[in-house]
């Protein structure tokens, strides 16, 4: 089994440290007599960078050409990945790329057969053991678990927190030597590396310390460089496109969901080869499966929502309403009765008081009312949400406390409808004050006096005023099905 180290997001500097990948040149080239001679900096940086991610040999005298078959040929490597005029030589544009902020893993060779790597399993535990210093352990654990979602959502794959050091995926903010013979170098080096699935190390992550950790657009996001590196510790390689999170240069500015379409077929061509052609953007093919397994019995929710006398169920971009004066269950695509909406629904929830619903999708929500999607989506920031919050997983408004309850990873806030203002104090953790809910929740509703909580394929009845699980059902039998726990 080929265990692959992944030194990812690395800070290339103009004069590059010796990295794990590779030993530095022992001494300085005798530069061959030219009218133009290239800056001694630029043939170091450029030696090093194809020593690193192009496979060129190291010179047992240290000593670095610009010319030779082996040289010239590994820039056109190069210039070729990145989209550049292959000409193999040092021209501004190659120099700028090899200075460019990036990621630790060769582009080509060696790993080119990687890709393919996977767990055999699509239920995957990961554990955080020493945390940064530079944000709330709640904002890390937070941060993290969004970038295991970033995957989640795309592909099915399922990230259980454990806390025993036995976890598939190990996640541990270090400095310099860490135990793994792959030191960290201090500030403004490499971010992080990762390890492919496997036994052992495969999967762990490293995150250097000394780096300044944030949530949002200073210092180098978390939450960006973690979900990158797992796609490496899932199995994937680097990617040409740059629109793809695994593209190998760094870049902090990028879509709140980050996946490109590329990376959504790649890690489903990993894990689940089928759904390749069954997956939402393609259109036609996803719709006719969702309608003939609405009571297959893995059958999950991404929201639900009361609107009205209705309830409507989100998945994916497909929506099924029920009326429950009326046993025929209306279904298609989202966009067949809200033409506005053309993405999926990750958590909903209902104000009666104002006969309206709010929907959300990552960091926007719409508001509805009837079927009606009135204006244009907002940002959820609105409601008072700190600006690192760029999804959510489920919502539920309690109407006796005037409260609305968001739910992210394993913490949730309260929204006071009347004051228009977040409650003092959150996020507060989930399993301290819904006793038994202890894992993500996928959808949540009130109904009754009782929150459902939507957890994969079930459905938790809880208590609110006891504190505590009253009964388990299937989510597909709120579809009508008759499968049981």
Known sequence: MHVMLFSCCVLVLVLLLPGPCSPAPTSMPQEESTSSPEPQVDLKLATNYLQLYYNLEHDPLGRMKRSGPSFTSKVKDMQIFFGLNATGVLDSDTLEVMRSPRCGVPDVEEYSHVQGTRWKRNVITYSIGRYTRDLPRSTVDSLIDSAFSVWARASGLTFVRSHSRNADIMVEFVTFAHGDLYPFDGPRGTLAHAFGPGLG??????????????????????????????????????????ESLMFPNYRKSRPAHLLSREDI??????????????????????????????????????ALTTVGDSTFFFRERYL?????????????????????????????????????????????????????????????THFGFPAWVQDVDAAVHIVKTGRTLFFMHDIYWSYNENRKVMDFGYPKYISEDFPGINTTINAAIHKEGFIYFFVGPQVYKYDNTQKHVVGVEKANSWLGCSNTV
């Open 265 to 302: 077929v790649n890690i489903n061509a990993l894990y689940n080869p089928v759904r390749v052609q069954l997956t939402p953007w393609m259109p036609g093919s996803l719709f006719p499966r969702l309608m003939q397994d609405k009571c297959a019995p893995d059958m999950m929710f991404d």
């Open 320 to 380: 099924w309403i029920k009326h429950k004066e009326q046993y025929d269950i209306k279904e298609g695509p989202i966009s067949n009765f809200m033409p506005k909406i053309e993405t999926g629904i990750d958590a909903a929830f209902w104000i009666p008081r104002r006969s309206t619903a709010y929907l959300i999708h990552e960091s926007m929500f719409w508001t509805v009312k009837g079927s009606l999607v009135k204006g244009k989506p907002r940002a959820l």
């Open 201 to 242: 190390v495969g999967g762990d992550t490293h995150f250097d310390d000394d780096e300044r950790w944030t949530a949002g657009d200073t210092g180098f996001n978390l939450r960006l460089v973690a979900a990158h590196e797992f796609g490496h510790a899932l199995g994937l390689k680097h990617s040409k496109n740059p």
